[in-house]
């Protein structure tokens, strides 16, 4: 078959699907498989939610798209519902991962120049991921998504993940850095969890400093991590959240909230979307976060969360090619001592979805919010038992064979 006109940007399985309910997708052979990605971290309440299918409909019969040269009301009451939930005071809404944070990258470089600082540049973390636009790929910390397109933005400068000693050196031989962008558990880089006490040490170096402490709750937030947000589960508020992936349930939307002077930074003329915050968007994001109220889904992550790393642990014990099971709330990953991309085609084989993040070395799970516990079961079971047929190939085949 001739390759379709696609620009070559994905890897893609060779698998099409044609419907979702729940959990599950179904394939257009028929096939089904237990989605334990939910997209990537973007639909927690499962596929076709009817919440959602209901918002959406009504509101595509009514009204789709006025520009934000008039007042929308859903997204007034979206931004209201949003503040309410996270403590902060203002939103800017666009439509992705890498637009909220391009709005906060923007508001910190505001917020520098409006304090004199006539370079003002952000702490961004190793192993970071903050999307594939120019400013938030060079914020990235990955070598390989930067390859090929430097020159990057300036004004990042790098840290090591979970190292606030490194944060402080900076502070003292930077006196340019007005902001900290980190994600509260890194995502892609392979479901990194930090020090209990990191993000509350990052906010006293904000405090001190006067910086801006802005989380990238792109993939964390929206009840993934087992409450609204992950910084809620620290004691500390941020200066700036972004987030996206899980707000709309698979309808495109991103949002940048703000506290303080940070929420008043951005004004008439500095920043702007045409299709941010369009009513689809802002219905659907309001029938999300009231199903995640409604249903309990952040208890719910939490309990499954620690029910699944429970049974991986218990399934897996013992095994020394496991190097860690890890994790807060349904962010889950297991990483091994060795690359194990295959798992991914036989998981789908078995009718499982998940990926592989990292260095090719840790599994990562993203299941629904809205998982039963047999489906998480079908899942640990599964997939256990996929890890040890991988192990034992491995110790088999001849490259780990003798010395
Ligand atoms: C996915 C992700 C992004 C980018 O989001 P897009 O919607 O793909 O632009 C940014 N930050 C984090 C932490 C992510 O996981």
Known sequence: MASPPLM????????????????WLYDTQGNKFLDALSGIAVCGLGHAHPAVTQAITEQASRLLHTSNLYTIPLQEQLATKLCKLSQMESVFFGNSGAEANEAAIKLARLYGHNKGVENPSIIVMERSFHGRTLATLSATGNRKVHAGFEPLVGGFVR????????????AQNNPNIVAILVEPIQGESGVRTPADNYLAELRKVCDEQQWLLMLDEVQTGNGRTGSYFAYQQTGILPDVVTTAKGLGNGVPIGACLARGVAAETLKPGNHGSTFGGNPLACAAALAVIDTIEKEKLCQRAAELGALMRDGFRTELAGADYISDIRGQG????????????ELVVLAKVKGILISIAGEGNI????????????????????????IKI??????????SQGS
């Open 8 to 23: 070559n940007t994905y890897a893609r399985l060779s698998v099409a699907f044609e419907r979702g309910e729940g959990s």
């Open 159 to 170: 840290a090591p993940f979970d190292d606030v000693e490194a944060v402080r050196t900076i």
């Open 330 to 341: 349904l962010m889950i990953g297991i990483e091994l001592d060795r690359p194990c991309s």
């Open 363 to 386: 599994i990562r799970l993203l299941p629904p919010l809205t998982l039963t516990d047999s489906e998480a079961n079908l899942i640990i079971g599964v997939i256990s038992k996929l």
């Open 390 to 399: 991988v192990a034992a190939d491995d110790r088999d085949s001849p490259r």
